[in-house]
């Protein structure tokens, strides 16, 4: 009996613990998905503006923000109705963009005009453009809010933004057509993939000196098929994840000796993936099968795959 | 005034001294008979090249300016009657060491043949001609333009995964339509197609322009078409002679394919996946229409000199040109592939579009075609199967 309702209690903390919502931004249905993290399953499909790339969420985790490029805008949705709200203004053709610690700044990729714009969201307006390299798209902030970093696809240059002047601090040349910049946890590292290269850079936060570059190889895929693009950098600093793209798989790295661990085999061209809040659980975004693969990291092996809509895109878990 | 005219000395200066530093890339075209479009719906591009050049400076520019790298665009037209040697040393003497042509076979050779084109390096944007890649291959040349032969394999790959296997191949009267029909037949032979059946294109230019015009296209055509039963009807016709007239004209209702209806291309007007959506917007915003095959050549010739350049950190050109043939290079080119020179015969390697009229339909190499090294070297001539000796 005693036995009986530990295991309860055991099944009702771990369903507490998986009581994750996931987000997906399908690039061309205009949707967001919905899946239920507890049972894997997708619950809703949310209809917004055209083109739906990058997603985030609010600073109270009760919004979620959509860059939709082909609207010129960024789609809000109220988490608990599902319903949209006023967009908010984002520059000509949003991409990506991060939330800043001070939660009410949003920092801006303009893939088309080479901006970073800084929008106020309670005010509703851009309050600055920051002028990057050719095709912006990577963004990520500082968890101490000091510094925003950028990546230009075209140019091949990651941008780091004073956040506080908002001017252009410096520019480093990386990897062939970067996609993803994101800052570790103690803000002292950034992380930059490059899609073409296949590649991920590693550079010390303050002197932007490199510190390492990680390689990828998957024994029977081509070279050019081995594209880094997604990063997400575990909250203990031990992890650190990497999406390659056309080479259907995410390898998990050992982001202090920044040795490539192991690969899982995920959906077709995966491209943008999401941590659960706990870091148990890796979701990927894979746009060649339309679906979500959910990775059990701590049995490491993939163990869901869930069908949304047509090629997904990004991702965001809300706890 | 004294002090004025040193100040105006000095800014007269700053730039003659900036340009000490520029990195000069020169583009020769060559005066061409216009042409007169076969469809009302073209019209006829008279900078066609040279705006991919431009964007592509634009392009170079835009990293250059973080780096400190200058990139400077030199023009230059051949006449009718112009010697491409005479042009290749004068850019020579200007100091110039880097060439991109616009230019045919014959010309390309003149010009790089040169002595004084032994210390450039030239890069091909317009001929397609295998034998520049083979016997007639020079190790100062590369070509951003795909061969035939890269051309007919990507669409004989194409064909062969619809499982369109007999082919009708019609072709037109210019050496460079028989070319691309032996790339067809090698490439038909390479995947395992069977060409039934073959004509020559023999009628004149130009007809369907008459006001009655599609009535004699109407009944020309049928006969020409009456040939054993096959899968698709393949067209070599580059200088788009008749192309255009043949779909929903033929004796069966075959789709048609090569130069025209599905066509195999570098890049297409059409293209918008990989970021292309970017370029072409870029292009359109500099040239005021779409972005086509020759322009993007140009394009991808000085983009490449640029990213050696940015990445080598130099503004030597021996070490820009090392960088360029080294182990090393990739070229972002907008079609989800990193693009590289082949050792072997100074080719790019690149996926090749297969474009509809109105919208991207594949990219060939298919999935499915394996090579031991880059899946691209299945398009085109391999390394033991080159003629090339540098």
């Not at chain 1, 990058?54 to 809000?76: C, F, H, P, T, W």
């Not at chain 1, 997604?230 to 050992?254: F, H, M, T």
């Not at chain 2, 090569?258 to 059409?270: D, E």
Request: charged share 25%; glycine share 8%.
């Amino acid at each position: 009996m005693q036995v009986l309702i530990l295991a309860a209690l055991f099944a009702f903390a771990s369903h507490a613990a998986l009581a994750e919502t996931v987000y997906v931004s399908n690039e061309q249905d205009n949707t967001v998905s919905v899946i239920d993290g507890a049972t894997s399953k997708l619950i809703d499909t949310i209809p917004v503006g055209r083109r739906p790339r990058g997603i985030g969420l609010s600073a109270d985790k009760q919004k979620l923000y959509v860059a939709v490029g082909d609207d010129n805008r960024i789609d809000v949705v109220d988490l608990k109705t599902r319903k949209m709200e006023d967009p908010l203004p984002s520059g000509e053709d949003p991409e990506l963009f991060v939330l800043h610690p001070d939660g009410r700044r949003l920092f801006v990729a303009n893939e088309n005009d080479n901006l970073v714009s800084v929008l106020d969201i309670p005010e509703r307006r851009i309050v600055t453009e920051v002028e990057v390299g050719v095709e912006p798209e990577g963004m990520g902030v500082s968890p101490d809010g000091r510094f925003v970093v950028n990546t230009s696809e075209t140019t091949s240059m990651l941008h780091v933004i004073d956040a506080e002047t908002l001017e252009l601090v410096d520019n480093v040349l990386v990897g062939t057509r970067p996609r993803v910049a994101q800052v570790s946890a103690d803000s002292k590292q950034i992380w930059v993939s490059s899609e073409l290269r296949g590649t991920v850079e590693v550079f010390d936060a303050e002197t932007r000196e490199p510190l390492a570059t990680i390689a990828f190889e998957v024994p029977g895929v081509p070279r050019e098929l081995i594209q880094a693009v997604g990063i997400q950098l575990a909250a203990d600093g031990a992890r650190a994840y990497v999406a390659l793209g056309p080479a259907n798989r995410v390898a998990e790295v050992d982001a202090k000796t920044y040795k490539v661990l192991r690969t899982y085999l995920v959906g077709q061209r995966v491209w943008h993936i999401a941590l659960s809040p706990d870091g148990k659980r890796l979701y990927t975004a894979n746009g060649n099968s339309s679906d979500v693969s959910v990775i059990d990291l701590q049995n490491r092996e993939v163990v869901k795959t869930i069908g949304v809509g047509r090629s997904p895109w990004g991702l965001v878990v809300a706890p | 005034m004294r002090a004025l005219l040193v100040l105006l000395s000095l800014l007269l200066a700053v730039p003659a001294l900036a340009d000490d530093t520029a990195i000069r890339v020169a583009i020769i075209t060559q005066e061409r008979d216009p042409i007169l479009p076969v469809s009302p719906l073209d019209r006829e591009i008279p900078d066609e090249g040279l705006s991919g050049a431009r964007l592509g400076v634009a392009d170079n520019a835009t990293t250059g300016k973080f780096t400190k790298q200058r990139f400077v665009l030199v023009e230059r037209t051949i006449s009718k009657d112009g010697n491409p040697a005479d042009m290749v040393r004068a850019l020579a003497a200007e100091g110039i060491r880097f060439v991109v042509t616009d230019l045919d076979a014959p010309a390309l050779l003149a010009a790089g043949s040169d002595k004084k084109a032994h210390e450039m390096l030239i890069i091909n944007a317009r001929a397609p001609d295998d034998e520049l890649r083979n016997e007639s291959c020079r190790a100062n040349v590369l070509h951003t333009v795909p061969s035939r032969a890269m051309l007919a394999d990507a669409l004989a790959q194409y064909l062969m995964a619809k499982r369109w296997r007999r082919w009708f191949l019609v072709t037109g009267s210019r050496p460079g339509d028989k070319l691309l029909a032996e790339a067809y037949r090698r490439a038909a032979k390479r995947f395992g197609a069977q060409i039934v059946a073959e004509k020559d294109w023999t009628f004149k230019p130009g007809h369907a322009r008459t006001d009655t015009g599609h009535v004699t296209l109407q009944s020309e055509i049928p006969v020409l078409t009456q040939v054993a039963d096959h899968d698709v009807l393949v067209i070599a016709d580059e200088a788009n002679e008749f192309g255009d007239y043949l779909p929903g004209r033929t004796a069966l209702p075959r789709p048609v394919a090569g130069t025209h209806g599905l066509i195999t291309a570098a890049w297409s007007a059409v293209s918008e996946q990989w970021g292309a959506t970017q370029l072409q917007a870029r292009f359109d915003k500099l040239a005021g229409r779409r972005m086509g095959a020759v322009d993007y050549a140009a394009w991808a010739a000085v983009r490449a000199i640029g990213e050696a350049a940015i990445r080598s950190r130099s503004s030597d050109p021996s070490a820009i040109m090392a960088y360029l043939r080294g182990p090393d290079f990739i070229l972002s080119g907008f079609k989800g592939q990193g693009q590289s020179f082949r050792p072997w015969d100074g080719q790019m390697r690149q996926p090749i579009l297969i474009a509809g009229p109105r919208l991207l339909v594949s990219v060939s190499p298919q999935a499915g075609y394996l090579h031991r090294g880059s899946e691209l070297d299945t398009l085109g001539t391999d390394r033991e199967e080159s003629r090339c000796r540098f």
